[in-house]
């Protein structure tokens, strides 16, 4: 990672002082703006997962070029068409999966954070210099690993050091969290539980019946 992405990220996730961070991301790959904004009034990095849906990014981008935010990143979902794929130039990171790394690269400059299901896939995304290292274990939703987040985070902290942030996603709750800290983790990422919010745009039967699986 050159020293103007690395600016870059320690500016969104404050990635130079040694306390623990959340990393909040739009839950079920729904480009949730309201909420997005929403979480960054809080002191947190937030990353809005774009979605599926390549119809609404133009109307997305356009939103999120009018109103800026250093705190703010995008979240790419894994396997999208890239090719129909322009990122707006303010987004101060951008979270994808390991698997698409080249494609992510080759559409902007800004750090990338990825997100890894096993140990050897940490391995690839230190050897291409990464800004940070998300470990998704099976808890979480998508394409997820063998091992349960926290088998995985502290697998992955003993082959990254101090090399990179690392945060774990899936099965994120009071007692995980302090667990993740206290392993070496840089933070735990926020996803299904924003749904309960009221910025949420979840309907209101959703929200309840995702709530009720916890």
Not at 65 to 94: E, K, M, N, T
Not at 104 to 129: D, F, K, M, W, Y
Not at 143 to 155: D, H, K, N, P, Y
């Amino acid at each position: 990672m050159d020293r103007s992405s690395e600016d870059r990220l320690a500016a969104s996730v404050d990635c130079r002082t040694p306390t623990f961070h959340f990393l909040a991301l739009t839950p079920l790959e729904v480009p949730d703006l309201a909420l997005a904004r929403r979480m960054l009034r809080h002191d947190v990095a937030v990353a809005l997962d774009i979605g599926r849906d390549a119809r609404r990014w133009p109307d997305l981008f356009a939103d999120l070029a009018r109103q800026p935010h250093p705190r703010l990143g995008l979240r790419l979902p894994d396997g999208i068409d890239f090719a129909s794929l322009h990122c707006p130039a303010q987004i101060a990171f951008v979270i994808a999966d390991v698997e698409d790394r080249v494609n992510v690269e080759r559409l902007c400059s800004a750090p990338l954070i990825l997100q890894v299901c096993a140990r050897e896939e940490a391995v690839q995304a230190l050897e291409h210099g990464v800004a940070g290292i998300i470990c998704k274990g099976q808890e979480g939703g998508g394409r997820v690993g063998a091992e349960s987040s926290f088998i995985l985070l502290q697998g992955v902290l003993e082959l990254v050091g101090d090399r990179c942030p690392v945060w774990m996603q899936g099965g994120v709750g009071v007692h995980s969290a302090a667990a993740a800290f206290a392993a070496g983790a840089w933070g735990v990422v926020l996803d299904t539980l924003l749904v309960g919010l009221p910025e949420s745009s979840l309907p209101a039967a959703s929200k309840a019946q995702i709530l009720a699986m916890d």
